[in-house]
């Protein structure tokens, strides 16, 4: 005879295997596969927060770690982001249905005159990755949008960006300007890009710098817990 609660263990078994395939084809970065699992799963009754901790996050975690241990390289990192990318294009309108907090906010942008936006695309994919609501404002935006966009939103990090050696006086002027509005202690600001260094950084009177998008989400949850 057959056990009573056999359907439900068979069901959580089902669940864990298909929450790993997600997983695993997101390292892979096989964009396809991820978005029919994560729908498959989504169809199965699957909590939309269990397929993003268990099957996004903890891939996109995975990459963060090998890249930081240089395992794999950017290409690599790049090809697993789409692929998250792609998960959370079919995750996003059900989590904005439910009442699921991001694990944090973070607001990104270029700072005014720069255009490069390959580091910051880099960071946003990785926040969303470690389960944050990204607001991404682009390129080449003024210290007034930047400011603009935290009086319009609750957040929890800032982060500036700066590819080019002319434009890094952009990131001091920007976080000048957030202290004269008043709004500097709303949120944890951090600053990068190539050029910049941590002793610029603290300088210029940000709470924070990483040396590349992976550790950027690590010291964004260590100063995070750190006001908490």
């Known amino acids: 005879m057959e056990w009573a609660g056999w359907p439900a263990v068979k069901g959580a078994f089902m669940e864990e295997e298909v929450l790993a395939q997600i997983a695993s084809s997101l390292i892979k970065g096989q964009a396809p ?11 199965q009754g699957v909590a939309p927060e269990t397929i993003m901790d268990q099957g996004l996050v903890s891939a996109m975690s995975l990459i963060g770690r090998r890249f930081k241990k240089g395992e794999i390289y950017m290409p690599e990192v790049m090809i697993a982001a789409r692929a998250m990318n792609a998960g959370l294009a079919i995750l996003d309108p059900v989590l904005s249905q439910s009442d699921v907090e991001p694990r944090g906010r973070l607001l990104l942008g270029t ?3 720069d255009l490069h936006d390959v580091g910051k695309n880099m960071v946003s994919m990785m926040f969303r990755g470690a389960g944050f609501e990204v607001i991404d404002l682009g390129v080449d935006v003024p210290e007034a949008r930047f400011v603009e966009a ?3 939103h609750s957040l929890d990090v800032v982060g500036l960006s700066a590819l080019l050696t002319m434009t890094i006086p952009q990131l001091k002027s920007t976080i000048e300007a957030i202290v004269a509005a008043g709004l500097r202690d709303r949120a944890i600001v951090m600053v990068g890009g190539a050029p910049v260094t941590e002793a610029y950084a603290l300088e210029i009177g940000a709470d924070g710098w990483a040396p590349d998008a992976a550790s950027a989400v690590d010291r964004a949850l260590e100063l995070m817990a750190s006001r908490r």
Do not use: F
């Open 150 to 152: 935290m009086t319009e």
């Open 33 to 43: 596969r991820v978005q029919e699992l994560v729908q498959s799963c989504l169809d």
């Open 111 to 113: 700072v005014r005159a």
